[in-house]
């Protein structure tokens, strides 16, 4: 058999987490205003509220004994669990997606997958971190999207590691060097400072917490490959010094404009694309079964950074920004040539040898990676032309 993969011309277009104080808590859902009627077959998604269930949501997650309260009164998520049913059916439905069923989704899952991490603020804001029911709606939600990302990409396993091996290395070849996108060229020769500042409010998201999801696959048994991460997620950590990782960089380019450098202080501004990427990651990291995808979307992302963020270098330096409003993207244009260069060699190379009846996997998240990271930059391009 061959690896074939065909990426499918699918696409569809596409608030700050809040510290609830206790007091707050004895006071959720007690206006009866809250409570929706009823969704059925015949709702319109125009008739849905999805900020107000999301509410509703955020107010659950940081409910004192959740799974207590919902056990006592199942009607405290009735409303969200109809609107969630309709989302799953109607977000992603083989005819076509909807939009805003598509970015409620992604956007309860991202509230879900973010206490993964630690935000340094309220201890009380993981309360629910083990939480059962959180657990099967991040379940109920990913395995539906998942198995809709599928279609976007037919995958065949490759017969042989020669295969896997010739896959790797042309992907990587054509990553260093890619044909320049739509994209990619309407950053760099179009895009405006309002524009630029819309680019950084979106890409906050990730940059301020960037190569956070390494962290969940270093731990365990030591050996070259693990080694290598290691490395890699110590330089993008600055080597433990603050000033130096690659996020306090970020933070630097949000200053030069006077923009907020607190992480997800944009969160409204991503759109469903941006979400599904970094919830994507957020799967592949968790779960050790995903870790040869994980690889392959890492992979992805090392080889293909320095291109795309010349395209951001370039625009800023047309606009005449200074040093510390691009210093992020020159960064990696360095660093990520190097971290490429050591994915491929020193860890996808070695589990390719290591895992030979698995190892197109490793494929597969290089080419899944490609296309979700793709749309998402189609997505934040049409943010910006609105800009
Ligand atoms: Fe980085
Ligand atoms: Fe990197």
Redesign the pocket.
Known sequence: MVLLFEVLERVCYGTIFQTYPAILKTQLFSNESQMHSKIDSTTDVSDIDFQDIEDQFTQLLHLDNLEQKINENPALKEDFEDTLEYALSDGLDESGCEPQALLFLQRILYRINRLKLFWYDDLENYSNEDSHYLFGIQNRIESAWQDWESNHIEVEPVDTIAEVRKALRDRVAEGLDPEPSAEGLYFRNEMTKTGYRRLLAIASLDGLVEASQLSRVLGGVGNEVQSMLTR?FSE?YGKGILARKHSTYFSTMLKQFNMDTRPEAYFDLAPWEVLANINHSFFLCERKRNFLRYIGSLLFF?VS?PAAFESYKLAGERLGLGPEATDYWEL?IK??LR?GRWMVDDVALPLVDRYPDLAWEIVWGYDQQQFISARASQAIARSIREA
Do not use: Y
């Open positions: 890699i993008e090392e950074v990696h660093e990520d971290h």
